[in-house]
Nanobody, 119 residues
Framework: VQLQASGGGLVQPGGSLRLSCAAS????????MGWYRQAPGKQRELVAV???????NYADSVKGRFTISRDNVQNTVSLQMNILKPEDTAVYYC??????????????WGQGTQVTVSS
């Protein structure tokens, strides 16, 4: 299973970005897809996760500004980020948990995409 993330970049404070991540490979089912971020000198933290394509959970710092969504057919997850702040600057990683066609569980990470919020 591979995860390919895209959509990072440089944006001014107050701006918006949309991250996307596509999962491909020998996927039987995906139970959860999410986004995490890691700023310099800090631990990786949860940003948002969507489970079973319906239930969502957000970090308090992004509630009301970020929206996670998933396409269960395409096995993609997106993160719409609005009203971005300098403290949102980080490398963003997508994550997927599920079961492969071999019936083995998986928990994979994408390669990370840089988001920089600066004027």
């Amino acid at each position: 299973v591979q995860l390919q993330a895209s959509g990072g970049g440089l944006v001014q404070p107050g701006g918006s970005l949309r991250l996307s991540c596509a999962a491909s490979g020998s996927i039987f089912s995906i139970s959860a897809m999410g986004w995490y971020r890691q700023a310099p000198g800090k631990q990786r933290e949860l940003v948002a996760v969507i489970r079973s394509g319906v239930s969502t959970n957000y970090a308090d710092s992004v509630k009301g500004r970020f929206t996670i969504s998933r396409d269960n057919v395409q096995n993609t997850v997106s993160l719409q980020m609005n009203i971005l702040k300098p403290e949102d600057t980080a490398v963003y990683y997508c994550n997927a948990e599920g079961v492969e066609t071999t019936m083995r569980r998986f928990d994979y990470w994408g390669q990370g995409t840089q988001v920089t919020v600066s004027s």
